[in-house]
């Protein structure tokens, strides 16, 4: 198992901070887990232009941690939802701040195009360049009851032109969504594994408050994880991918105003801790 962090410190020769920005941007529709703040951290003001959400959030970790290279993050909501022109308006943003060493992309199978990946992968001249893409599941009738309005197909082909043009390409899923069984939930792992998927997100499956998600378990119409459920389940679903795929993470919480459920989700740390003692390749 190949940690993010530990890739990069590697790569770079020492920690590297990934900065999560809020470029202003939509998405093209609502999952049912989403609510408004379009997974922004809980750090960022939109108010903020991007140079100043980098800006202060560089003094912060240098302050804070002594931080030396960065990773920008373009996080929140769906950050190919615009026209090329501006979309690369935004990303020129992060020119200018010598110790970013990579652009991260954070987007949608449904919100790109030739063009828009083309513009992406001209920043591999100064960057690493990747490109996230929240697939969150292989299985279409999963996708369709949380209406995240885009097909497996609907990946693979954003896949293959984000690799035509030599991008890192990483895949988000969530583990828990309803209707889904284990063995289906492994089985997109074993559907990844056969591409050249250079990194994954995992994430746990949490209401948020302001969701549809909410409702739905306030009537008792989902069930959630527990931990040690998770823990085995994660472990289950990176036995079967390779292992020179790079985890960009283990688990996900919502911030602690908006996070209704599981309460144990908010233990990140020993969240992880559990599962890096639990795995066994």
Known sequence: MILYNDYLKSKYGCKVHRIAIDAGFTCPGRCI??????SRAAYIDPEDTIKEQLRKRIAYLRKENGAKKFVAYFQAFTNTNAPVSKLKKAYDEVSGFD???????????????????KLIASYKKSYEVWIEYGLQ???DKTLDLIKRGHTY?????????AKEYGLLVSAHVILGLPG?????MVATAERLSKLKIDGIKIHLLHVLRGSELEDMYYRGDVDLLEQDEYVKL?????RNLPPNIIIQRLTGEGSREDHIAPLWALDKIGT???IRSSFHP
């Open 153 to 161: 197909n609907d990946f693979l082909k954003a896949y293959e032109l």
């Open 137 to 139: 599941s292989t299985h």
């Open 180 to 184: 889904e069984t284990k063995k289906e």
């Open 234 to 238: 994660v472990c289950a679903f990176l």
């Open 99 to 117: 110790d970013i060493v990579g652009i991260s992309i954070g987007t949608r199978p449904d919100s790109v195009d030739r063009k828009k990946i």
């Open 272 to 274: 992880i801790n559990k």
């Open 33 to 38: 887990y989403c609510n408004n703040n379009g």
